[in-house]
C-alpha cells in the first residue's frame, strides 16, 4: 500500500489489486475515524501508522484533523452554517467544532465567515471587539 498526491487529493494504491481510493472521501465517509477507515480498507492500525508516516509525513490522526479543517473551511465558505458543517463533518457538538476551528484558524467560525463576506467590521461591532475610531474632544 502506498499514499500519494494526484493534483489536489491523496490517493490510496492497494498493492496487488490495482485499486486507487481517494483518502479524503474515504476520510470523509468514516467520519474522520482512523479505526474506521482501517476497519474499511482491511489493514491495522500500526499500519496505516507507518504508511502515513512514511507517505505524508504525517501521523493520520493529524492528517485528519487538518484535512476536517480544511473541508470546514470549504463549507463555511460556501455558505453553509457552522451547525450543519459541525454535523456534516462527525462533530459530537458544536463548541468542539468551534473550538477546533478556532485553534486551527485562529477565529470562530463565525467570525471566519462574516469577515469573508467582507462583513468584519459587523463582527466586531456584535460581539464588542471594535475600538472607537472617533477622535476624542
Avoid at 476551528?101 to 477565529?107: A, D, H, T
Avoid at 469573508?116 to 461591532?125: A, I, M, Q, S, T
Amino acid at each position: 500500500m502506498r499514499i500519494i498526491r494526484r493534483e489536489q487529493n491523496w490517493c490510496i494504491l492497494l498493492a496487488g489489486m490495482g485499486e486507487r481510493v481517494c483518502l479524503q472521501r474515504l476520510a470523509l465517509r468514516c467520519g474522520y475515524r482512523i479505526g474506521e477507515m482501517c476497519a474499511e480498507l482491511d489493514i491495522s492500525e500500526r499500519y496505516v501508522y507507518r504508511i502515513f508516516v512514511r507517505d505524508i509525513g504525517l501521523p493520520p490522526k493529524e492528517w485528519t484533523r487538518r484535512e476536517r479543517m480544511v473541508v470546514a473551511r470549504r463549507k463555511l465558505i460556501g455558505g453553509r452554517a457552522p451547525e450543519e458543517v459541525a454535523a456534516d463533518l462527525g462533530f459530537s457538538c458544536q463548541n468542539n467544532f468551534r473550538r477546533e476551528f478556532l485553534s486551527v484558524y485562529k477565529v470562530p467560525p463565525v467570525q471566519f465567515q462574516m469577515e469573508r463576506w467582507g462583513l468584519g467590521d459587523e463582527w466586531r461591532r456584535m460581539t464588542g471587539n471594535m475600538t472607537d475610531t472617533k477622535p476624542s474632544n
